[in-house]
């Protein structure tokens, strides 16, 4: 690909190269390391995990710290959670993001309402957490609701609800994937409104002149067109997903049935080490998948170009 | 207009209706946010920031006008025996059913009360209920003319901006501190120093910008070389590094950190900016060669072959035709990189908790209890104004960025 004209020492290649690769060595590949090496360590790191081994408990040995991972209930309920996330959270955000792009490519003031739905992309997450803490707030005292959901509740008579610290785990794990999806709408909107774009308007014509109804054009032609899309759109928000963390912390910190694989990690960074780093190795490897369908998706279009 | 005509626009209408309406809830958590940060911290306590522009909640002022004005006067003096700007007075009747117990005795065989409506709802038994509630606002306005009470200022105020930049937690406001003079236990000296105040958002706002800048220039530079190459110059290994490459834009940040932070501590650089730097620079890497190499790659290979026939080597090349050339993609990658830092809170708790950046800084405010929202909604509104700004300004970019493959960890 490179041109041939241009005589080139084998050195000077490296040299750019260079300084790129030591810092991605030495911040990505030597920490992954390290890592994994850690996960089997115990607290600090000093003595193998199998220290920590109750005896009449059940042992791992040197990988104490991934039965702790794999078995704790509160590391099962992170996984569930992560879990419900993606299975029911992710199509909900991608299919509003996608109804969101058919339907704003209909309107005048299309610029306007996708500006609004993507703004949330630009702030932080612990931005979000405070804009929805405040909307989910339950006023337990004897002032009025200043929270919007509960004056709405309580302005039709209705009795205020905790959002977030409801006695049934599904409503606070509903309220954190609200925000979620609040924030990432637009993402999936931008980019399947791209693919949409790029769907000939012949074909589209073609179809409606055979007599087909906006709703069979869409389902029929539009979405396999732009599967491809929906796909990678899919497959990011599932990564997103999966190191979830920010939003929780700041919203809940796990508690009431809301515990994240992210947010345990983080919780033992400091007392336990080792079983940190086990949780974070737990991590990459449910993204393992999705890297190699990336890499491989890359290939099949290096070969097109 | 035709009837055909018409049909059309009817037939839209539920389109319309769908999509202002999500634009509206995507909107009215933000706006609640934005207007409480101007509300003082009773006002907040007391009310909904949707009623900000209704008239306060208790019309105190109007109320007191009809019942007691026309004898006792609008400032309270109008009576010499019953002075209505003395607290002591005043101080008696702070319970409104006692307030309402006075009303309903007769003055020097007169009704106490001379508007007729407020007569029958005071002498009215079976209406107390709704008597009391008007009395609350002459209470209150009571409190305001004898200077003791706790009348709620509704009208909006800066205040919270400024307690949130200084980093003030006391009971009322910096500026009412600095005013009387209490600066809470000698921590704020009421000069422009204060803004340096660990504990504020504007030294915060300051260590964001300090990490941010530098964390978003250095992954460009490095990334532009080293794409230069993988784009236009020949070597082994260039297409299974490449492909490493673009495994490595999604290893979670999770599986570095603690490594790093023990090595930085071995080194001496905890809490230094410069470790923090290095490290965004090293996890915007991938995914900026990667964006940048797609970009170069793509530009046509007519103008590199004439610009090495003119005799110019790769270092010509690279600063005077691939650089300038891909300043659109070095804008949509500088945004992203932009706004991940800025709003990063994980990196930088571990790597720099003694220079907390604004969203850590925003996480100590948070108060389980919810007492504080007057001054939290301010301190997030502070963190987010800037990727905002930038966001609206360079959308294009920021959307060119996203669609070339944003998959970033």
Not at chain 2, 204 to 218: E, K
Not at chain 2, 308 to 313: Q, R, W
């Amino acid at each position: 690909m490179a041109p041939r004209i241009m005589k080139q020492g084998t050195l000077t290649p490296w040299l750019y190269l260079l300084a790129a690769l030591i810092i991605m060595l030495l911040f990505i590949v030597y920490p992954t390391i390290r890592t994994v090496a850690l996960s089997l360590r115990d607290k600090t790191g000093a003595q193998s995990a199998s220290v920590d081994c109750e005896p009449g408990e059940p042992c791992w040995g040197a990988f104490e710290n991934y039965r702790y991972a794999l078995t704790n209930p509160e590391m099962l309920q992170a996984l569930r959670n992560n879990a419900l996330w993606i299975l029911l959270m992710v199509p909900g955000t991608v299919g509003a993001g996608l109804m969101f792009a058919v339907l704003t490519d209909r309107v005048r003031y299309e610029r306007l309402a996708k500006t609004i739905i993507f703004l949330p992309m630009a702030i932080s997450f612990v931005g979000a957490g405070v804009i929805w803490k405040f909307v989910y707030y339950l006023e337990t005292g004897e002032g009025p609701q200043i929270g919007v959901l509960n004056a709405i509740i309580t302005g039709l008579g209705g009795q205020p609800v905790a959002w977030l610290t409801n006695s049934n785990w599904i409503v606070n794990n509903v309220s954190l994937w609200i925000v979620g999806s609040w924030l990432w709408a637009g993402f999936c909107m931008t980019i399947l409104s791209a693919a949409l774009r790029a769907v000939p308007t012949e074909i589209l014509e073609a179809s409606r002149v055979d007599g087909a109804n906006e709703w069979q054009v869409f389902w029929r032609i539009m979405f396999p067109l732009i599967m491809p899309t929906v796909t990678v759109v899919t497959t990011t928000m599932i990564i997103n997903i999966l190191k979830i963390f920010d939003i929780v912390f700041v919203m809940t910190n796990g508690l009431n049935g809301t515990e994240v694989i992210a947010n345990r990690m983080f919780k033992f960074i400091v007392t336990n080490q080792g079983r940190s780093m086990a949780i974070a190795v737990l991590l990459i490897t449910l993204t393992i998948p999705i890297m190699i369908y990336n890499v491989r998706r890359f290939r099949q279009q290096e070969e097109m170009r | 207009m035709s009837a055909e005509h018409l049909k059309r626009i009817l037939g839209r209408i539920p389109l319309h209706v769908v999509i202002i309406s999500m634009v509206v809830i995507w909107l009215v958590p933000t706006l609640g946010v934005f207007v409480t940060s101007f509300r003082s911290r009773e006002a907040v306590r007391t009310s909904g920031w949707w009623t900000v522009l209704s008239k306060p909640p208790v019309p105190s002022q109007q109320e007191y006008a009809t019942a007691c004005a026309s004898c006792h006067g609008a400032d309270g003096k109008g009576v010499a025996a019953a002075d209505l700007s003395d607290p002591e007075v005043v101080g008696e009747y702070t319970r409104t059913n006692r307030l309402l117990q006075m009303l309903r005795q007769e003055i020097d065989g007169q009704p106490h009360v001379d508007d007729p409506e407020w007569h029958d709802l005071i002498q009215d038994q079976s209406r107390t209920k709704e008597a009391l509630e008007k009395l609350t606002a002459v209470s209150q306005h009571l409190g305001t003319l004898s200077g003791g009470g706790q009348a709620v200022d509704y009208g909006l105020t800066t205040a919270n901006w400024v307690d949130a930049l200084v980093g003030y937690k006391g009971t009322t406001t910096y500026q009412q501190d600095c005013a009387t003079g209490v600066s809470e236990s000698g921590k704020f000296k009421c000069d422009a120093s204060d803004l340096l105040n660990p504990e504020g958002m504007a030294r915060a706002f300051l260590n964001s910008l300090l990490v941010t800048v530098p964390a978003t220039l250095l992954p460009i530079l490095f990334a532009a070389f080293a794409a230069y190459a993988f784009a236009w110059l020949d070597f082994r290994g260039r297409t299974w590094m490449f492909a490493l490459l673009v495994g490595l834009q999604i290893v979670p940040l999770q599986m570095t950190l603690v490594p790093i932070a023990k090595l930085y501590s071995r080194l001496g650089l905890e809490s230094s900016f410069f470790g923090i730097w290095l490290f965004h620079t090293g996890f915007g890497l991938p995914y900026a060669i990667y964006l940048l190499r797609n970009f170069l790659g793509g530009l046509p290979q007519d103008l590199f072959e004439s610009i090495y026939l003119d005799g110019a080597n790769h270092w010509t090349a690279f600063w005077r035709l691939a650089l300038p050339l891909s300043v659109p993609a070095i804008a949509s990658l500088g945004i992203f990189q932009f706004l991940w830092v800025w709003n990063d809170l994980l990196v930088a708790i571990i790597l720099l908790p003694g220079n907390p950046v604004l969203t850590y800084q925003i996480t100590n405010l948070i108060d389980p209890r919810g007492g504080n929202w007057h001054l939290l909604t301010a301190a997030a509104f502070l963190s987010m104004a800037i990727p905002m700004l930038v966001f609206l300004v360079f959308q294009r970019y920021f959307v060119r960025g996203l669609l070339a493959g944003a998959v970033k960890g």
